[in-house]
């Protein structure tokens, strides 16, 4: 009778166990994936951008990725159960960059706002900033863009962000996406 208790037990321990393992491997859905812009300056010549999209391509949770000389950015598809933006610009820093190992990729999220006036840049900067793990964030009003540097600690999203901003009445959405009125 033991023995049948035993087996019992270890079959029931073994099915959830793969069924864990299956959640685990599931199909993220369309808010774990996130699709970001970065810019990333510090590009010298159209072979940095051909090496750092090759470093970023092996990074787990990196879905694809597209990187151009001429405009500076990167645009990043990602999964954030396994890999969040903060991880992504850490990612790209510490990719070989082709100017030497004394060079880096310094990296910036890119985040669209609707600013309407001077107030909503300035409440959606200071919120931005009191995030975890956010070091600065500037707006550049020629392209409505908020660039994030973030911090060396941490694992912040690009959905947390875009959440904080809501939460502050700041419509935002990932850059090159169309911002809700």
Known sequence: ????????????VAFAVTG?????????????????MFWVPNQHCPDCATALEGSL???GGIMSVAVSFPTKWATVEFD????????VSRAAFQAPHM????MKYGTFLLLSIDAKDKATVTKAMTTLEKVEGVAKAVYYAQTKFIAIQFGDKGKVTSHQLLKALDDAGVKASQAGAKIKK
């Not at 599931?26 to 808010?31: A, G, R």
């Open 80 to 87: 954030e159960r396994v890999i969040s933006a903060q991880e």
């Open 20 to 36: 864990n393992a299956q959640d685990s491997k599931k199909e993220p859905t369309k808010e774990e994936i996130a699709k970001a």
């Open 99 to 102: 100017m030497g190992k004394d």
């Open 57 to 59: 391509k092996k990074v």
């Open 1 to 12: 009778m033991k023995s049948l208790v035993c087996i019992a037990t270890l079959g029931i």
